[in-house]
Structure formats: C-alpha cells, structure tokens
C-alpha cells in the first residue's frame, strides 16, 4: 500500500507499506542482479549503508543458479540473508540488451540462449511470473518489451501493444500463483511497465490503458537506452501525470544523482540503476562536487577521505590516497571500499531528498545540488 504523505509541486513524499518492511520514498534501490551486489558487498553491508530496498533480476537467477533452486532452500530473501523488500526485474530487459534477439519477439514470449551455458530458454509473461513466484521477491515485475528509444514508430507501437496483452498475462498468472499452497509470498505485488519509446502519443496512450489495471505500482521503462537527457526529462513531463499519483512511479534504469533529481521533481518515486557500483569498480566515486577518479596521480600522497562530509564507511577510516594504492595494486579491497561509498552516498542523497521533501525545501535542495555539481566540474 503506497501512501502519499506530501507534494511539493510534482514531487512526491511517500511511505511504501509491503510484507516485508516500508519502503520510505522517494527510494534508491541497490542493484544485486545475482543475489549480490558486483564489489564483494553482502546484504548485511546493504543495512549499513541505509539500503531499503534490493532488485535482484529473473533472467538471470532463472539462469543460475535455477529459480527452483531457490525455492527450494526458502526463496530469495532466505537465500541472500536479507529481510527486507526485494523488487525483481522481469527479464524483459534483456530481451533488448540482448541483441541476438531482434526479430525474434513473437506474441507467446521469446526464446533465446543462455548466455552462461548457451541452452534454450523461453521466457513469456506467465513463465517471467512463475520464476518471479519461486523467487518470493515483494515487488514483481511485469514481462515487457523494452523497444530502442529511438526505433521507428510502427516497430514501437507493436511492441506497446503486445506489452499490454503481456500484462493481462501476468496479472492474471500471478493471481493464481498467489494462491497456489507452496508459494513462498503470497501477497506479492505487481508492477506494470510504461513503454512507448520518446514517442508522446505512444507513452501517453499506454499510461492509460496500464493505469486502469488492479496494479500496486507503474514503472516507466526504455529510457536511458539512447536518448538524451533532455529527451528523458520531456518524457517524463509528457507520461507521469497520466499515472496515478496514490500509486508509487518507478523510473528504470536511471541514473545519476542529476537525473534522480530532476526526476523526484518530476514525480518519481523509485529508482535503480548499476551505474554508482559500476563506477566505483572503476575508481569513480561520487561526492556534491561531483565525481573523482581515484586513479588520477594527485591522490597519490592525498590523505582526505573521499568526501569530508560524507560519513560512510569507506570515508570514515580511510584516505583517496589508499585507496587509490589498492586500485592500482587490483587489491579487491579497493574496488569494495569505492563501491560501499557510491551506494552509501546514493541512498543518503535520497534521505535527503525525503528530508527536504518533508521540509518543504526540495526545489532549494535540488538547486544547491545541482550548482555544486556544476562548480565540481568547473573545478
């Protein structure tokens, strides 16, 4: 159950209430595609850092190591040790990202190679829903297709519609998988997906036709595939007003703490995105001046932490220039350390968000966020 606890223009202030914990927004969920987050991070790190909530993807826990499996031993949150909510993602992006699979779609679902072992795999709406159900996670996703932003308008306006069939699919296979005997959540939820492309007509016609589902929560799908910024932003001004406020807007995908911004001002409420975990891998870590690249030789005797104000693990014990030493010694410990600051960082600027959301102060906050990442940059 979503409650809208406050707006400041479009922005929203919500309270999330799921079986598996509440969900304060607007929300930053950490992206574990295997059960873990890529850096060497456990969920008991994910608690540390202020994480609420996970998304773990089907495709890939299907693939291995089985979503059978993981029934078996009690289901996901069981699996990774975490007791709070999961959202899985439905697979349906992969069908895009794996480009193998361009022509291939067919109304049933699609079938395609693994891309560990390289067997067959077919995966419609009602076998996205089962693996979902094994799973247990709290927010399931619905099976969609994610066409390219910039497809040609017949190819996008097929696609839309068969996503939409899709979600009857699912809607209706989740329901009875929720009432099946062994199902590990039985009280999981759904989320039907916005496509359309930068296509307005297109995104504002299935915002309502979705809208009108029985759903717990609508995610825009198939931006930051393309476009460009200011494309994503005038999406986001076209579709989400035509989704219905009481409910939370999931944004996919996206992004950095610029869009996340613009975003929440736009009325979003979740996000998800591997690009703070990506970029710490690589040294690139995220401070209110923008980002550093520790790899860069004037760390290299540099005994500050990260970001002076920023009170994560990885700043309160340790300095640019160690951890720039174990970057360049390929020490595992230095890529954690970077990424445990990148996600702390993220799920903080969200409790600030939330914080200056309740303040009223949200369109100072964004302001002063913004002109720093400018002067860091001028910098």
Same mark, same amino acid.
């Given at each position: 159950?979503y409650?809208?606890l406050?707006?400041?223009?479009?922005?929203k202030?919500?309270?999330?209430s799921?079986v598996h914990?509440t969900?304060?927004?607007?929300?930053?969920?950490?992206?574990?595609t295997?059960a873990?987050i890529k850096?060497a991070?456990s969920?008991?790190?994910l608690?540390?850092?202020?994480?609420?909530?996970?998304l773990?993807?089907?495709y890939?826990?299907?693939v291995?190591?089985?979503?059978?499996?993981?029934?078996e031993?009690g289901?996901?949150h069981?699996?990774m040790?975490w007791d709070r909510p999961?959202?899985?993602?439905?697979?349906?992006?992969?069908?895009?990202?794996l480009s193998?699979l361009?022509?291939k779609i067919k109304?049933?679902?699609?079938?395609?190679a693994s891309?560990?072992?390289?067997?067959?795999i077919?995966?419609?709406?009602?076998?996205?829903?089962?693996?979902?159900s094994?799973?247990?996670?709290t927010?399931a996703?619905a099976f969609?297709e994610?066409?390219?932003?910039l497809?040609?308008?017949?190819?996008?306006e097929?696609s839309?519609?068969?996503t939409?069939?899709?979600l009857?699919?699912?809607i209706?296979e989740l329901k009875?998988l929720?009432?099946?005997?062994d199902t590990i959540?039985?009280?999981q939820m759904l989320?039907?997906i916005?496509q359309?492309?930068?296509l307005?007509d297109?995104?504002i016609?299935h915002a309502?036709?979705?809208?009108?589902?029985?759903l /717990?929560? &609508?995610?825009?799908?198939?931006? *930051?595939v393309?476009?460009? #910024?200011?494309?994503m @932003?005038?999406t +986001?001004d076209?579709?989400v007003?035509?989704?219905?406020?009481?409910k939370?807007?999931?944004?996919?995908?996206v992004?950095?703490?610029?869009?996340?911004?613009e975003a929440v001002?736009?009325?979003? /409420?979740f &996000?998800?995105?591997v690009?703070? *975990?990506?970029?710490?891998r #690589?040294?690139?870590? @995220?401070?209110? +001046?923008?980002?550093l690249?520790?790899?860069?030789?004037?760390y290299?005797?540099?005994?500050?932490?990260?970001?002076e104000?920023c009170?994560?693990?990885?700043?309160?014990?340790?300095?640019?220039?160690?951890?720039?030493h174990?970057?360049?010694?390929k020490?595992?410990?230095g890529?954690r350390l970077?990424v445990?600051?990148?996600?702390?960082y993220?799920n903080?600027?969200?409790?600030?968000?939330?914080?200056?959301l309740?303040?009223?102060?949200f369109?100072?906050y964004?302001?002063?966020?913004l002109?720093g990442f400018?002067?860091?940059?001028?910098a």
């Open positions: 159950m409650e809208l406050k707006t400041e223009g479009r922005a202030r919500g309270r999330f799921t914990g969900v304060e927004t607007p929300v930053f969920m950490n992206v574990g295997v873990a850096g991070l969920s008991l790190d608690k540390e850092i202020g994480c609420q909530i996970e773990s993807n089907t890939h826990l299907h291995r190591p089985g979503d059978q499996i993981i029934h031993l289901g996901l069981r699996f040790n999961i959202l899985t993602d439905s697979g349906g992006f992969q069908v895009y990202s193998s361009r022509g109304e049933e679902g699609v079938t395609f891309h560990v072992d390289g067997r067959k077919f995966m419609g709406p009602e076998e996205s829903m089962q693996i979902q094994h799973l247990g996670s927010i996703m969609d994610c066409p390219p932003a497809a040609e308008r017949s190819y996008i097929a839309v519609s068969r939409s069939r899709w009857d699919r699912c209706a009875r929720n009432g099946l005997e959540n039985p009280h989320f039907g916005n359309g492309g930068i307005p297109v995104r016609e309502k036709v979705i809208r009108e589902k029985n /717990d929560g &609508f995610a825009i799908g198939g931006l *930051a393309g476009e460009s #910024h200011a494309q @932003y005038e +986001l076209q579709v007003p035509y989704l219905p406020v009481d939370p807007t999931y944004l996919m995908g992004g950095t703490p610029e869009n996340i911004l001002d736009r009325g979003v /409420d &996000f998800d995105c690009l703070p *975990a990506r970029n710490a #690589h040294g690139h870590v @995220y401070t209110n +001046l923008g980002k690249n520790l790899w860069n030789e004037k290299l005797k540099d005994d500050r932490p990260i970001a104000d009170d994560c693990p990885t700043c309160r014990n340790f300095s640019r220039a160690y951890i720039r174990l970057l360049k010694a020490e595992m410990l890529m970077c445990i600051h990148n996600l702390y993220y903080h600027l969200m409790q600030e968000i939330r914080d200056a309740d303040q009223g102060t369109a100072a964004k302001k002063m966020r002109d400018l002067n860091g940059k001028k």
